[in-house]
C-alpha cells in the first residue's frame, strides 16, 4: 500500500539548479563536436574536411564556457580552486578540474597547430593592429616551412588520436558524477556514464549540422550535400544507439521494479509527463529517428536532405538538453523519503535563473562568431 | 516557535561561552571561529594545516579530558564511562534512537535549531510521525516543533489507527560516509571520534555531499553558504557535554555514547534488544542504531 506524501524537511531547496543542466549539456557538445573533428583527422573522412575545423573551434568554444555553469553554481566560487590544490582523491568531482584543464590545454594547442598556417599568411598580408593581433596568435614566429607544416601535421594527428580518449573521459566522467550516486536511485546506474557519452556525441554532430546548414546560408552558398549526408548517417546512428540505452536503463529499472520503482513510475509519468515523455521521448527521439531514417534509407532531393538535416538536428538539441534536465532536476524532484515530490522553481532572474542560463548558452555562439571573424573556419567562404 | 524551555536556555548559555585560555575543547571550538559559523559546524577550522593542529589539539583535549576523574556526565551515565575513561584506544562515538520511548514532544528539534542556530526552513533534525490506519494505509508526517497541539493540528480518532509511533531523524554519522566520499575538497571529513563534520572554511558549496547523503540531513546553509548538518554537537561533546537533543528529550529517547565502550549505557542499552539502522543495504555504516524501527521506515 502506498504511503501518503511525506518529504524530508531539507529536500525543497532542490540543491542543483539549471546550471548543473547546463554543464553537463555543455560538455556534451563539447566532447561530441571533438569526436567529429577527430574522424577528420584521425581516421581521415575526407568527406566531413567541411565541417573539421568548425568542428574543432565549436568544441573550444564550448569548451571555454563549461566551467562557467559551474562557477555560477557554487555557493563560494571564490574557492573553487580549492577543487586543485586540495582535491580529494575519493571524489569523482575532485577530477573535473585537471581533466577540464588537460582537455582545455589539448584543444587549444590543436586549435593553434590547425590555424597556423592562416595565422602566418595573415601577418603577411595584414597592416596595423590587425597585424599585431595576427603576430600574436602567431606567438611572435610568422614563418612556415614544409617541415614545420610536417611536423604541425603530425602533432595534431597525435593530439586528434589523445583527444578521443580525453573527449570520452571528460564526458564519461560528467556521467559517473551522477551514476555513483548510490544515494538517488534515478541516478545510480552503471549506464550512466555511456548513456551520458552517447547523448554528447549526439548533440555535438547535432550542433555541427545545425551550424554548418546556418553558415551556408548565412553565406548563401549551397552545404556540401555528401559531408551533409555523411553527419545525417552518424547523427542517425547515434540517436539509435543513444535512444536504445536510454529505453534498456528504463526497461531494466522497471522490469526489476525494486522499492524505489514506485516513485520513479510516477515521476516520469506525472511529475516529468512533459519533459521525459513529450520532448525528450516523443519530439525530441522518436520524430527525429523516423525523419533521419528516411533521410538516410530514402536518399531524398538535395533541398529535402537540408530541411530534414536542419529539423532533426535542432530537435536533438533540444533532446538531449531536456534528458540533461530529467536527470538532473528529475533527480531531485522526489523527496528521498521516496514518499513524495518536492517542486523546482526556477527564476528568471539571479545567478541561477533562466536568463543567466541563456547568457551562458548564449556565449559560445559569440565566440564562435567572433573566431569566424578572425580566422577562417567555415569553409564555406572558400566557395 | 516554542519558547525554550529553561534546559534549553542553558544550552544556548553554554554555548555562547567565551572560551577559556588554552587546556580545553571549549577554547579550540571558540578561537577558532567566530560563534555563528561555529553554532553552525561545531569547530571550525581553516585549512588542511589548522585542521590536522585542530584534529590533534581535539585529539590531545579530548584524551585529557578523560584522565579528568570528575565528569560532568557521570550522573547519567551511572558507570562513569560514556565519554571518559583514559583508554588508548580511540574513541568512537555513537547514537541510539529508541523509538519506543519517543512521545514526540519536539523539544530536541527547538533545542537542536536554538543551540545550532539552524535557519528557518531547514533543519537538522526532524521526527517523523508513522500512523498505521486500520485500512492497511501508512501516513507520515513531520512532528511540528511547537508540538502537534500548538500547531492546531487535530487529534485523529485512535479507533481508525492501529498502531503509531515516532522515528526522530539526524545525521548518522555513516563509518562509510558518501559524504565524506564525494566531497571534492575534504571540506567534508572525519573527526578522530568518527564523527562526521564540515569545514565551513573550504567548503566551495557545490552541494554534492547534499546529493549524496542517502538520508537527506545535509542542506546549504543560507547563511554561510556551506554545507552543513547535524554533528552531534560536536562543540559540545568534546567538553564532554551532551548533544543538546538529547539533553533536551524528556524520555531519554535519545541516547549519545561510546560504542567503543561495553559498558556504556549506549552499549548496554543496545545489548538488550534488537536493532537496525537505516537503509543497511547501502552499506554505509551508520554510526546512528535504532530500536523498535518498523520496516516501512527508511
Ligand atoms: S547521514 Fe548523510 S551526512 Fe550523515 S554521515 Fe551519513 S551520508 Fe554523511
Ligand atoms: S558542499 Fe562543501 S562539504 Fe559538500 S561536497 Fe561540496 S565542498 Fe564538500
Redesign the pocket.
Known sequence: MDAAEFIYPNDPHVAWSIMIVLYPYITGLVAGAFVVSSLYHVFDQQVLKPVARLALVTALCFCMFATLPLLLHLHHPERAFNIMITPNATSAMAGFGFIYSFYMLLLVIEVWLVFRPDIVERVNTNHGIRRWVYLVLSLGVPRITEQSLKIDRRLIRILAVVGIPAACVLHGYVGFLFGAVKANPWWSTALMPVIFLISAVLSGIAVLLALYVFICWRHQVAPEIECLRTLVRYLWIALITAFSLEALELIHMGYEAGSEWHILRTLLTEKLAVSYVLVQVIVGSLVPLVLLSVAVIAKPSRRMTVWIACIAAVLILVQVFAMRWNVVIGGQLFSKSFRGFVEYRISWFGREGILAAAVVLMLPFIALYGANRVLPISTADDH | MVEPSDELKISKDRSECDGCDTQCACNATHDLSPPDTNLTTGPEISNDADRRNFLKQATTITLGALSLTVLPWSRDNDDGKNVGGGSATPIVYGFLVDTEKCIGAGKCLTACRVENDVPEGYSRTWVERYIHYKDGRVEVDRVPESGYHAAGLVDIDSELIDRSYFVPKL????ED????QVCPVHA?FTSPEGV?LIDTDSCIGCAY?VQ????G??FVNPNTNSAD??TWCYHRITQNEKPACVEACPVDARVFGRLDDPESELNRRLAKVPHHVLREHLG?H?KLHYIGLSGEVN
Open positions: 545525521c548518522n554519522h555513516c560516509a558518501p559524504c565524506n567534508s562526521e555531499c549524496a547523503c542517502p538520508y540531513v545535509r548538518k547535524c554505509t551508520p
